[in-house]
Structure formats: structure tokens, C-alpha cells
């Protein structure tokens, strides 16, 4: 089937969609060069198919996505892909759509930024039988990324995601929230808050959408994209030199205070799609990093208590270095940092965790420690670079 494919309402190429495999299968004619996906631009600013494929089939639910299957039996769809369309591939974290060739359809009338969807898609993937059998796939369900149980709802008029947890401790929503109330303490961090949700005695966290109409979040997976990675550099300095080259108005800043909130919370999943960039959809004007989300996979959530490294050596990070430890060297200056959040942490940790009915007292009481040696560890940094800065060894920047 022939689509456009559009960034709001700015046609950006023709495509065509295979009927049996949803992949994309012809390009067409190329509109407007400066609005194809980042990242989807080759080094000799050609679009290949095999990359538009691979940004295309990156919209679908992930095959790794919690209850995917049963959810897809329910509906009866062979692949998730299949679901991008039913959709016009909208969603809520960017502008990119598909209007039917031939058809004069208007981005304001299809948006699920001002229009209702259904939570058909939502439901279901969240185990729930539908109610009736003619299911309405309008959803940006069909897009979101994760392999968190998740679904999009509407409350009082604003877009909010809502994410389950895992295993028999459910940690993650508590994760997000213990990451929501220690961010608020850390002084100047721009960050996403979640809060906790219970439906049917099960914990979700929740939060707001931080995209609006006129923005859109580019993971820094793409951003990375704009230019090939010389052997030499690493992808810490490749990135912030991909912010460079974009604009990207305090990068440096904003990472170093990811990288310091994921030093103290372990976070074991800052992948290169758990954060990005925004940018003005239509002027393509950057805004600056992404605020920070998705801190869910820290603090130990897919591991036995035993396993909780409460002496800070080799905390595992999935970022620019293997160990947290080694990772936080990148920090050239704490001075944005409130120091008085160090002492509060184990106070707010026991605080949110102690509301999750899945945790036992032990492996409250182990975080707890891991969380007090982590702030050691930083509070002594922040003493030797004190030291070093009185002995005038180094400039801090
Ligand atoms: N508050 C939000 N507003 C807009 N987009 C979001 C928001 N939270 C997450 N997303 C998008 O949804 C994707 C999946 O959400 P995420 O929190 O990363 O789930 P998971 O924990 O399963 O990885 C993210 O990679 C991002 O693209
Ligand atoms: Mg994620």
C-alpha cells in the first residue's frame, strides 16, 4: 500500500508498505531532505531502504514487550508491525506519521496529542479481555517502545503513561518514584516525575507525556547517527560531539547529572534509547537533552537480595563505561549538586520502598546500605576534588 510519510503536516518522501511482510518496500519520491527521521540519512545524505526499514520496524512494540504474545493472539495479528499501520504510525513521543496516498488527511485531525484514542490495545496488552470484538486499534499503544507492561491513557485531558512492574517484587514503579523524590533534592536536573498507580492491588508508576505537539524526543541512538564513530573516539566524546554538531544547548551539563543520578541509583539500563534529545518538530530548533525518564531497571530490580552490591565495586552500567565506579569519572564538577540530598537519600529510599508490599524488610534494609555506601562514595569524590581545587591541581569546569 503507497503512504506518505509526514512530519506533521510537511510531506517528507513517498513510501510503499508490503502487505504481507509491513515492511517498507519501495521508497518514492523525497519531499523535504531536512525532515527524514534522524538517523535515517546515510553519511552520503542518501536514504538506504534498509535503514528506513530499520527506524520504521524500531516504531513497533518490541517483541520483547511483557504479555506481547498472548496480547497479539487476543487480537489476532500475526507480527507487531502489523499494528504500526493500524495506527498511521502515530505517537506520542514524536511527529512522524503515514497518510494514505491519495487521501487529504490533516495531521490536527489524527494526532493523539489532541485527539482521544482508544485503550483497546492498552488493555490488552495489560491482560484484560476486551469487551467487545470489534477492537479499535487507534492507539498509541501500537508505538511505544520498552519491554515494561505499558499503556497510554487520557486523564483530565492530559497524556500519561503507565508502566508495570516485574518478578515477585514489582520494583520498577517504586524505582521511578524513588528516582522522581531524590532528582527533586539534587539541586538544578530537569527529569520526568512519576508517581505510583495501583490497579487491581498491582503497582504502576505513572507519568505525564513531556512531548506536547509541537516536540519530539530523537533517542540518542539516532543523534549518534549524524556521523560515523572513528575507532579512537569514544561514544562518550562522540556524543557530546554529536550535540555539538547539532546545537544541542548544554549537553554536556545535562548528561553529567544523568550520569550522576545513575551512579546513585545503579541504574543498569541507560541504553542509548533511555535518553535523547527534544527538538521543535517543525522549526527542527533543539531544546536540549531530553529530561531524564525511565530510571525502572536500577536499585537491583531483577536481582535476589544476596546480589545487591552494597560496597559500590563493579555496579554494572550499560552507558559510555562497563561500571558505574568507573563512569562517574566522567563528572568533571559536582557544584550543580545539592550535598545536602546525600544525607536524604537513605531516608527517601527506605520512604518509597517501604510502600511496596512486594519487598521484605531484608532487602529493604540492603538497599538501604547500598544506598548509603553509594553516597559515601560520591561525598568522598566531592572531598578530593575540593582537596585538589584548594591545591589548585585541577580546574574544575
Ligand atoms: N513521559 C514520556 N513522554 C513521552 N515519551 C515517553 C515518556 N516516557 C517514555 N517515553 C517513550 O516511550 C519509550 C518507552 O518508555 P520507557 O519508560 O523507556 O519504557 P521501558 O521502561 O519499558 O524501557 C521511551 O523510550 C520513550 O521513547
Ligand atoms: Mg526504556
Not at 533534592?185 to 527529569?191: K, P, V
Not at 550520569?259 to 535523547?276: E, K
Not at 561500571?323 to 529510599?349: G, M, R, Y
Not at 508490599?357 to 575540593?386: G, N, S, W, Y
Amino acid at each position: 500500500m503507497q503512504y506518505l510519510l509526514m512530519h506533521k503536516d510537511i510531506p517528507v518522501m513517498e513510501i510503499e508498505i508490503d502487505e504481507a511482510t509491513y515492511g517498507i518496500s519501495r521508497i518514492g519520491e523525497i519531499y523535504q531532505f531536512a525532515h527524514i527521521p534522524l538517523g535515517v540519512l546515510t553519511y552520503q545524505k542518501k536514504v538506504d531502504r534498509a535503514v528506513l526499514n530499520h527506524w520504521w520496524m524500531g516504531r513497533s512494540i518490541p517483541l520483547s514487550r511483557s504479555g506481547l504474545r498472548e496480547a497479539l493472539e487476543v487480537m489476532d495479528i500475526p507480527m507487531p508491525q502489523k499494528l504500526i499501520e493500524k495506527c498511521l504510525a502515530l505517537s506520542l513521543s514524536d511527529q512522524y506519521w503515514i497518510c494514505p496516498a491519495g487521501k487529504d488527511m490533516k495531521w490536527s485531525e489524527v494526532n493523539f496529542f489532541q485527539n482521544e484514542f482508544s485503550e483497546d490495545v492498552g488493555n490488552i496488552l495489560f491482560g484484560m479481555k476486551p469487551n467487545s470484538k470489534r477492537l479499535d486499534l487507534m492507539s498509541p499503544d501500537n508505538t511505544s517502545d520498552g519491554y515494561l507492561k505499558k499503556k497510554w491513557k487520557i486523564i483530565d485531558g492530559k497524556r500519561y503513561l503507565m508502566k508495570g512492574g516485574n518478578g515477585q517484587v514489582q520494583q520498577e514503579p517504586f524505582n521511578e518514584v524513588f528516582a522522581t523524590e531524590f532528582m527533586k533534592q539534587m539541586g538544578e536536573i530537569q527529569f520526568v516525575s512519576y508517581g505510583l498507580w495501583w490497579e487491581q492491588d498491582m503497582p504502576y508508576s505513572i507519568c505525564e507525556d513531556f512531548i506536547d505537539e509541537n516536540t519530539e524526543l530523537i533517542s540518542a541512538a539516532d543523534m549518534m547517527k549524524i556521523q560515523k564513530r572513528p575507532n579512537h573516539v569514544s561514544e562518550y566524546h562522540h556524543f557530546l560531539h554529536c550535540c555539538d554538531i547539532l546545537g544541542i544547548p548544554n549537553a554536556s551539563d545535562s548528561i553529567h547529572k544523568m550520569l550522576t543520578l545513575d551512579f546513585l541509583i545503579a541504574n543498569d539500563d541507560r541504553h542509548f534509547h533511555n535518553f535523547g534529545a527534544v527538538r521543535n518538530a517543525e522549526t527542527l530548533e533543539w531544546i536540549g537533552i531530553a529530561p531524564i525518564f525511565d530510571c525502572g531497571n536500577a536499585m537491583w530490580h531483577n536481582q535476589p537480595t544476596s546480589r545487591i552490591e552494597t560496597k559500590c565495586v563493579n555496579t554494572p552500567s550499560r552507558t559510555f563505561k562497563k561500571t558505574h565506579e568507573e563512569q562517574i569519572k566522567l563528572v568533571p564538577s559536582f557544584q550543580w549538586l545539592n550535598q545536602a540530598c546525600l544525607e536524604q537519600a537513605v531516608d527517601i529510599c527506605r520512604e518509597v520502598y517501604s510502600k511496596n508490599p512486594f519487598m521484605d524488610a531484608h532487602r529493604l534494609d540492603t538497599l538501604c546500605v547500598a544506598m548509603d555506601t553509594r553516597t559515601q562514595f560520591l561525598k568522598d569524590i566531592l572531598q578530593e576534588q575540593v582537596y585538589k581545587n584548594d591545591i589548585g591541581e585541577i580546574t574544575i569546569n
